[in-house]
């Protein structure tokens, strides 16, 4: 049931534009998505609901395709602070649990 | 407003020792988590208290690992004895309410088992 995460790892340049998938094998009902520097705390950066909007969180902004049972995160313009490694927690339908995926580890170079 | 504090951040035992590791919550937040993440995975949910009830403990291994959160607020997770395995991250993370509320995290106690 752990969500699948795509690409594993992302080289950019700062001002570059990257895009990470997050993919169900079972329906969802919510996605979440965190960002997680080197030994610290995940963040938390948004949440989709099924049959939500798509959000948006400055440059960072996500999608929900309920047709596909995945997540996009989409990361334009970046930025060196956005560097880290991006985890999206899937909840299914008539489950209360979060099961994270196993992580995009994103690298902005100046 | 503070976040999720834990303590202590790193820890370093021999094996077969016992270790305990504490997490208050953000004030007001119902709901507590216990996590594991092993390096370079997602955190794994150990245990969720929902007040000072267990309501999901399916993925605790019970003979060595306990949890307790007394009188639903602060909450310590022990292992005893710890094994070489057990080395890994322990998150702890709070939600408001009780089912697909945004969870956040505090910054985790590192174990290093020897």
């Known amino acids: 049931q752990q969500p699948v995460q795509s690409p594993q790892a992302v080289i950019l340049r700062e001002g570059e534009d990257a895009v990470i998938n997050c993919s169900s094998s079972k329906a969802l009902y919510s996605v979440h998505w965190y960002r997680q520097k080197h030994g610290e705390a995940p963040v938390f950066l948004m949440i989709?609901?099924?049959?939500?909007e798509q959000k948006g969180h400055e440059k960072i902004s996500a999608s929900f395709n309920e047709k596909k049972q995945q997540s996009s995160l989409y990361l334009t313009a970046s930025q060196l602070s956005y560097s880290g490694t991006y985890f999206c927690?899937?909840?299914?339908?008539?489950?209360?649990?979060?099961?994270f995926g196993t992580g995009t580890r994103l690298q902005v170079f100046p | 407003e503070a976040g999720v504090v834990q303590s202590p951040r790193y820890k370093i035992i021999e094996k077969k020792q016992p270790v305990a590791f504490w997490c208050n919550p953000i004030?007001?937040?119902?709901?507590l988590y216990w996590y594991l993440q092993n390096l370079g995975q997602g955190p794994e949910l150990l245990i969720r208290y929902e007040n000072e009830e267990a309501v999901d403990d399916s993925q605790l291994p019970k003979d060595r690992f306990s949890a307790e959160r007394l009188k639903g607020v602060d909450s310590t997770l022990k292992i005893q004895p710890a094994e070489l395995g057990d080395s890994a991250v322990y998150l702890c993370?709070?939600?408001?309410?009780?089912?697909?509320?945004?969870?956040?995290f505090g910054p985790g106690t590192r174990l290093t088992v020897l």
């Open positions: 927690g899937t909840r299914l339908g008539g489950t209360d649990k979060l099961i």
């Open positions: 993370a709070s939600s408001l309410g009780y089912t697909g509320d945004t969870q956040y």
């Open positions: 004030s007001g937040h119902n709901t």
């Open positions: 989709l609901l099924k049959g939500g």
